[in-house]
């Protein structure tokens, strides 16, 4: 972790040790580096401000519940909530209480308190530097099995960051709240070996930020149970780690943390994959495909001028997961279905998985060899994981041999059958395995991004998160299945903002028109969730808009020809923006900035846009409102500046909510920033 910050400079150099005084008494340093003071009331460390940071103050009372109160010019931008610094011990949470005494070296301010434990305290170390310090505490006297960080949400405005969020409401397959504390988060899983896509990020409309340094499994709370609280728990007992962050706007923390993990080293997409759209068979079929069907199914797609790059084979197409061939009665033919697929002018691609079931022929030859990860409880056997296809046990990455003998056998399928590139599902590492020679959840989504890093993955992207690693890789990154209906395109819009601003700009939401087994969905949901997605990085598609089948009934679904018509235009309007969008992702490359970000990232004043989780900015000049929505109109707020209303050719002035905008089937509103980089090169695509 990165602890000094270079707008710091030296400023800790000059600070004087100190100890526990009474009451008024305050310690200096030098007039432009950190204070610490002591009140009748609370302890105070004051930052100024410096050449590009705004300075602030963290205050802990010295009476009550210890508490830490972070200001900024004077007003609260973070503040503890009740039981603020909590320990599990004995199987019974604890608190610290009272702050009893406090002391300063080396630039390291020390805080210790009582606790509803007795025989035991807390101790709490703050490091300032310019723009953050660092909260690091554990406790004295008795082992944890827990520590618990909690915030009162409402101090700092509206929360935002986290990635794909476990919620009461369907999270994350029909709901993604936005902001966060707009409903219920509760995720007790929340790790580097989880599926979703999290990061231990989080920032707020305040300008505050917090990210939890651990590669242990955290279980997250914001709002659980309606309490108005964000509980940052980490399920071990040893030094609770956390970086507090203070800015001027929500985009100058979020660049602090990328300050951090990393910006993306690539782009692990082409410019032919951000223009056109990757058909994939999931949605469409499911588990019911062969070779027949999927060739019916590319078929269609071209001759109905529904363009695309690559047609990707999904799930069902091995003889058992894990053997790494062909189901002979599904594909008679491979090499033949996949000489069909070039010629009409897509890639071909196949879904593959790093878990094997223990009825594939290669789970006991991988067994045998100890290519597979082990069990944590019993470290002599394989660990075994139960998934959506059976049981299965996983390949470890960490062991050399181990994945030389995967790649040579995905080698050998795609020189084959002329296999162009990969999809790869499921997670690289499971918390009911072990590590290998001392690799963490961490090591492995490394080990992961290394492994895809290899491959053409299509548009598809892989689903590694949590550390540098993942970060730099520069993935596109596919969201978790989405359901069919209207929440479910609303949540891959807000989702989509939440993972862009925790790290990942290289987004694209679930299939277009959603998948999770659930019915086809309606011609409305498809057309708006193409439209949609023809305003974000990446086009990822499935169902198709000619005809598919509703796979709860078996009962084929067949579109009107509007909506052949409307979904060939989103796809088109995508492909006209593909030169704007690639600047996008050149930027994102300089910077770490994302591509689709929230109004507020580029209007911090406009405090209406801090609660907009229906529009985005696609880069700086292009402002996306889709209706995700049955409705006939919606209303659309624009922020400060000049737009461009693409439907009606008028110019804008903003600030400005427009009331009952209108959105027949055939319009998706979208406006261009005229003042904007990028403006001219959106309104040729756009016009």
Known sequence: MRIFSRKFGCLLAAALTVTFLPSTAAHGSTAQGPRVS??????????????????????????????????????????????????????????????????????????????????????????????????????????????????????????????????????????????????????????????????????????????????????????????????????????????????????????????????????????????????????????????????????????????????QLDDKWESNYGNMTFDPKAYPDPKAMSDRIHALGYDFGLWVTLWINLDSANYQYAADHDYLLHDAADPTKPCTVTWWNGTAGIVDLANPEAKAWYQGNLKKLMDTYDVDGLKFDTRFFDDHCAGRDGNTRTDYQRLGSELADAYDLQGAGIRVHWGKAAHESGFVIRQIDKGTGWNSLQASVSQNLALSTIGYPFVETDMIGGSSGQPAPTKEVLVRWAQSASYMPLMYASTSPVETTDWTTGQKVDYDQQTVDLYREAIARHERLAPYIWDQVQNALRTGDPIVRPLFFDFPQDRASYTVADEWLLGPAVLAAPNLTSAPDRDIHLPPGKWYDVSHGTTIKGPKTLKAYATPLTVTPAFVNLSAKGAVEALRALR
């Open 38 to 311: 002591q009140s009748a009331g609370a302890v105070t460390l004051d930052v100024p401000p410096g050449h590009d940071s705004p300075g602030y103050s963290v205050s802990v009372p010295t009476s009550g519940q210890l508490a830490l109160i972070t200001r900024r010019s004077g007003h609260t931008v973070l503040a503890t909530g009740a039981d603020a610094l909590r320990f599990r011990s004995g199987g019974t949470w604890q608190h610290a209480t009272t702050l009893t005494g406090w002391s300063r070296r080396g630039g390291v301010l020390t805080l210790t308190a009582d606790t509803t434990l007795a025989g035991t305290r807390v101790e709490a170390r703050l490091t300032p530097t310019a723009d953050r310090y660092q909260l690091t505490w554990n406790v004295k006297g008795v082992q944890a099995t827990s520590l618990d960080l909690a915030y009162d949400l409402s101090a700092s405005g509206h929360w935002y960051g986290h990635g794909e969020t476990s919620t009461p409401a369907g999270g994350p397959y029909t709901d993604q709240p936005w902001p966060l504390d707009a409903g219920r988060v509760e995720q007790e899983d929340f790790s580097a070996a989880s599926y979703q896509m999290v990061d231990p990020f989080w920032y707020t409309e305040s300008s505050a930020g917090l990210y939890v340094d651990t590669g242990d499994t955290m279980d997250v709370s914001l709002n659980g149970g309606g309490d108005g609280l964000g509980h940052f728990t980490v399920e071990s007992g040893g030094t609770y780690k956390a970086t507090v962050f203070v800015e001027s706007t929500p985009r100058a923390v979020y660049r602090d943390y990328i300050g951090i993990v990393g910006k993306p080293r690539q782009s692990d997409a082409t410019y032919e994959q951000y223009k056109k759209p990757l058909w994939n068979s999931w949605a469409q079929f499911y588990t019911n495909v062969d070779q027949e069907r999927l060739l019916d199914y590319a078929t269609k797609l071209h001759d109905n001028g529904l363009d695309g790059h690559t047609i």
